[in-house]
């Protein structure tokens, strides 16, 4: 899945988009926005002696609870379920116990293939429908145990696969906490015996947005049309039919879908055509038999019936794709189209296997979870995240589009036909499919430098996170639905993808396809774990004289949390390199870790040090540091001609960061000032990255920061500014209630003074200078630069007046800005437009600008339309509360509507609505007060998930952080105007 683009959170106004999980799951905003200004990515932390902290950690967490012990997940989910032994737990409505006692199904059965008859109706928002399950019987049992969400069963029977005798069921029973169905059997089962069990059910089609549920939209003719679908990743094909709900319970499927005549109706794989007719009491119904299935998991399968209109092309390899949207909109799907067609063939290649369904079809989809999910043959979308018009969109929504399509194209290999075991390796199938994005997009659109883009939109969010003692690492133990619904996070995909990209370096490219290729030649159609592709790539290491233990280098980085600072020092020629874990808040640490958080790897990692120096700024260097915490590189470290300064982490290609000694950070500065184009963009961003880092986390002063980034007055490329940009949001947003506030704020519009007028308001140049304008404009207007209001007040009033319209790449800024800074007119003409638009991407701009109001009767009422489905769709509630709590003079009112509507937001939206809504509300939060009001929710909530955790300890740190650093930054400031 991508999500919903709402997970990294932009903070300034009009802008914020970005969420990957789609859930949602998939990143609500997979932070491709670049609209985004900021996330809270940038809080970074410090920890000083890591061996230290570590034994003191683990010392205190043997003598003392957790300081908040009521934070975290709930006992349950800690049984092992290969352990897990029948009986405890009374069945629901009964005083008999329920015959399973964990959130895993027994193993002692397994389909093999299920047959699946719907009747779908759209008029009633009902469905009829039944499903056989061929399956075999691997131990003696006396229980058939599968999943099934809130389907009322009708009728149900078993019999013998060969002989078709029946076999009676004597007894029904439901464990609805966990989602469980028992059936209890006459007699007990034989190892090997082969079973069909029949089960009939039905369900309201109701307009949620998981399962199977009903979508809508209005037509041309203002007519409400209603469309049938599913979202299931990860735990709700249970929603549609009673089945074995995990992933490596793999079978193939045979799907019918009756329904109304004049629509159509779509699944994983083609239709046999031709349509059969049924007639049943006069009405006029068609079926649809679709053809079966490759051996695939349940939250793969996709059930649609709808009235969209498609276009469609084939690939080289006579792949039919089609893109379906509804008919008012489906001249919006060519550049999804195009690209798919050429990614597909590139993937082929690029993985030397085939696609494996003869059709891909691309829906995009009015109301919709998550970003994108990527169902094998059968693609569901957000509109954003496919539908592209030219004449409107901004060169951020295509990016969008290619970016997400990409990803999904990913997972049909790498998530489809190899699949997770488990869902504690869901980060192999989203970080992968994260990484490889890029090298699709990059494909398509070379000019778009994606793999510059990578460090801003992966790496460096990643590594926010995982700064936090309450982090988690990518592969972890996870049970109940809760849990993995969480687990859609930014470690998931970006960290996931980071870590991959820095696999990529070490190994190469080419060995790294390899591995690949034989990785998913040798599961495919089956289910894998993380140590089976670093067995692949061990292996084809080998065999290429490269010779990298692939298996305990990874293991450092995916089976502990967090990640290294290596802090390298130089005494004449001889540098030495010290690792410790990189942590926002070292002081805090022991408060935010829990027993089970100690790592057996000792927070110590297999560190790839790549480097370059003055006297060969070329020739780049790579040294391992091999879980040790200190390394002398006197004799491997090449410091020919006596060079002033090293670049280490050459790229930010490593997930890492570097602190120096003053001297070389001095030089480093020195270089930037005078001829920063020694150093690479990327490189250029990971220098502020770190630097801002270091001192969000104590482990530098912030005048390394403030030094080095007075260079950007030179900088005229995205990459370096958008980091840098995030990074003074967050710092302006923390001094927000300070004295220093105001000159800090009037130092940073005068850094940005040369760039916003070399930048000017054309829409013209690069995709990145496009991006350039949009980041720099948006932070120069949210400054209150003196010509920002009259510039975007002109260009809203003349399309107001004279239905001029805005160049597409200004519009985030110029609708965002014109409704902050104009009164009741622009915000109704907003509105009125918002309603009107078929572009999704305007429809997203506009009502994330009509947050930026400064009249409290629009927040009011906006928020009030955030829960009401009929004004703004539930899938875009998220931007509005994004929208307002980047309104300076509104987010209070986010916190108090966030604490009121609580139930049902998570009612709606699922426990994965957590994260973002947490972070969305308390960014903000600077002062103990904060702290302690987001504390007393918490308890109130008596809340139990990690990303409670996380926020309280992003607010502690950043109470801390102001306290420590005021003074220091006003000094530095002080000393700036007396130069
Ligand atoms: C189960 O479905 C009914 C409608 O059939 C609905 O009212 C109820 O809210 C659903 N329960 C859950 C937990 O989804
Ligand atoms: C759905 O219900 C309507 C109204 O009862 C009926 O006319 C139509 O035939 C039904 N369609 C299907 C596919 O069941
Ligand atoms: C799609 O491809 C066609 C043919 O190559 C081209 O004419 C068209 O401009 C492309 N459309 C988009 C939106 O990229």
């Not at 928002?125 to 099934?148: C, D, G, K, R, W």
């Not at 030649?521 to 790539?537: I, P, V």
């Not at 004004?871 to 108090?896: E, P, S, Y």
């Amino acid at each position: 899945m991508v999500d919903a683009e709402v997970d990294d959170i932009s903070f300034l106004s009009a802008s914020g988009e970005s969420m990957k999980h789609g859930g949602n799951y998939e990143q609500m905003g997979i932070s491709h926005t670049r609209q985004l200004v900021c996330s809270q990515r940038k809080a970074t932390c410090v920890a000083l002696a890591a061996a230290a902290v570590i034994l003191a950690v683990a010392m205190i967490s043997a003598f003392s609870r957790p300081t908040i012990e009521h934070c975290h997940i709930g006992n349950n989910s800690l049984h092992d379920a290969t352990q897990a032994k029948p009986i405890v737990g009374l069945a629901d409505g009964t005083s008999e116990p329920f015959p399973w006692r964990s959130t895993r199904l027994p193993r002692t059965i397994r389909p093999s293939q299920y047959d699946i008859h719907l009747q779908i109706n759209l008029t009633e928002f009902h469905v009829n429908a039944s499903v056989s399950i061929v399956m075999q019987v691997s131990e003696p049992t006396e229980y058939i145990i599968l999943h099934s969400n809130n389907l009322t069963i009708t009728s149900y029977y078993l019999k013998s696969h060969k002989t078709l005798r029946k076999i009676a069921i004597t007894k029904l029973l439901f464990y609805k906490r966990w989602n469980l169905v028992a059936f209890r059997l006459q007699r007990a089962l034989y190892a090997n015996e082969e079973l069909d069990l029949t089960i009939e059910y039905n369900m309201p089609l109701r307009d949620k947005l998981t399962g199977l549920y009903r979508s809508s939209y209005v037509d041309d003719d203002g007519k409400k049309r209603y469309i049938a679908t599913t979202q299931f990743e990860p735990n709700s094909a249970r929603e549609a039919f009673p089945c074995f709900d995990e992933p490596a319970f793999k079978a193939v499927f045979a799907i019918q879908i009756i329904r109304d005549k004049g629509l159509v109706s779509l699944s994983n794989k083609p239709a046999e055509p031709p349509h059969q007719f049924l007639k049943d009491e006069g009405f006029d119904w068609e079926v649809d038999v679709f053809r079966q299935t490759p051996k695939m998991s349940t939250y793969l399968v996709a059930i649609i019936v709808c009235d969209f209109k498609s276009k469609s092309d084939i690939t080289g390899n006579n792949v039919q794709v089609a893109v379906y949207a509804p008919k008012a909109k489906i001249d919006q799907v060519d550049f999804a189209l195009n690209i798919t067609i050429k990614i597909l063939d590139f993937y082929e290649d690029f993985f030397q296997i085939r696609y494996q369904l003869q059709k891909l079809d691309l829906i995009a989809i009015p109301d919709f979870k998550a970003g994108a999910m990527e169902n094998w043959g059968m693609v569901t979308y957000r509109e954003t995240a496919i539908l592209y018009n030219e004449n409107e969109s901004s060169s951020a929504a295509q990016e969008r589009v290619a970016i997400v399509v990409a990803h999904e194209l990913a997972h049909q290999w790498f998530g489809n036909l190899v699949t997770m075991d488990w869902w504690s390796d869901l980060w192999l199938n989203e970080g992968f499919a994260s990484f490889v994005e890029f090298l699709g997009t990059d494909h398509v659109k070379p000019e778009w430098n994606m793999m510059d883009q990578f460090v801003l939109t992966e790496t460096q969010v990643a590594m926010v996170t995982d700064a936090l003692a309450s982090s988690r690492p990518l592969t972890v133990e996870v049970n109940d639905a809760d849990e993995i619904d969480l687990l859609f996070d930014s470690i998931s995909y970006q960290k996931g993808a980071a870590i991959l990209n820095m696999l990529q370096g070490f190994l190469t490219l080419p060995i790294l396809k390899k591995g690949l290729t034989r990785y998913l030649t040798l599961h495919e159609f089956g289910n894998a774990k993380t140590s089976d592709l670093w067995d692949a790539l061990t292996q084809v290491s080998r065999e290429q004289q490269q010779n990298l233990d692939v298996v305990t280098i990874m293991n450092s980085w995916t089976q502990q949390m967090g990640y290294p600072v290596v802090t390298i020092s130089r005494q004449g020629n001889v540098l030495k390199a010290r690792q410790q874990r990189f942590l926002l808040n070292q002081d805090t640490v022991t408060n935010f870790t829990r027993p089970q958080d100690e790592s057996s790897y000792g927070y110590v990692w297999n560190i790839p040090i790549t480097y370059y120096t003055e006297s060969h700024p070329s020739d780049v260097q790579l040294i391992w540091m091999n879980r040790n915490t200190e390394l002398n590189f006197a004799d491997n470290f090449n410091l020919d001609g006596n060079p002033e300064w090293i670049k280490a982490n050459v790229n930010q290609t490593g997930f890492y960061r570097v602190k120096y000694d003053q001297k070389n950070w001095d030089a480093l500065i020195r270089l930037l000032k005078s001829n920063h184009h020694v150093l690479s963009p990327a490189d250029r961003s990971g220098l502020l990255d770190d630097a801002f880092s270091l001192s969000f986390g104590f482990y530098v002063a912030p005048k390394v920061a403030l030094d080095m980034s007075e260079y950007l007055s030179e900088e005229r490329d995205y990459v370096p500014w958008q980091t840098a940009l995030q990074h003074y949001y967050k710092l302006l947003v923390l001094c927000e209630e300070k004295p220093i506030y105001r000159p800090l704020k009037k130092y940073v519009l005068e850094l940005l003074s040369p760039v916003v007028t070399y930048i000017g308001w054309q829409d013209t140049g690069s995709h990145l200078d496009k991006y350039l304008r949009s980041t720099v404009m948006r932070h120069a207007c949210w400054l209150d630069h003196p010509d920002c209001k009259v510039k975007v007040l002109s260009m809203f009033r003349a399309w107001m007046v004279n239905g001029t319209k805005i160049a597409p790449n200004l519009r985030s800024v110029v609708y965002g800005n014109a409704i902050k800074y104009g009164g009741d007119e622009e915000w109704e003409f907003a509105y009125k437009q918002y309603q009107d638009t078929r572009t999704p991407s305007e429809k997203k701009e506009l009502l994330q600008a009509l947050t930026t109001t400064t009249d409290m009767w629009h927040i009011t009422q906006i928020l009030d339309y955030s829960l009401q489905p009929e004004k703004i769709r539930k899938q875009d509630m998220f931007f509005v509360l994004i929208g307002v709590a980047n309104n300076r003079l509104a987010r209070w009112h986010v916190w108090r509507f966030v604490q009121s509507s609580w139930d049902t937001i998570i009612d709606i939206y699922g426990a994965s609505s957590y994260n973002t809504l947490l972070k969305i509300t308390t960014q903000h939060f600077t002062t103990e007060f904060d702290y302690n009001e987001l504390n007393r929710f918490l308890m109130s909530r008596n809340c139990t998930l990690r990303a409670a955790r996380q926020a309280l300890e992003l607010v502690r740190h950043s109470v801390e952080w102001v306290d420590r650093n005021e003074e220091l930054i006003e000094k530095w400031l002080r000393d700036k105007s007396r130069m």
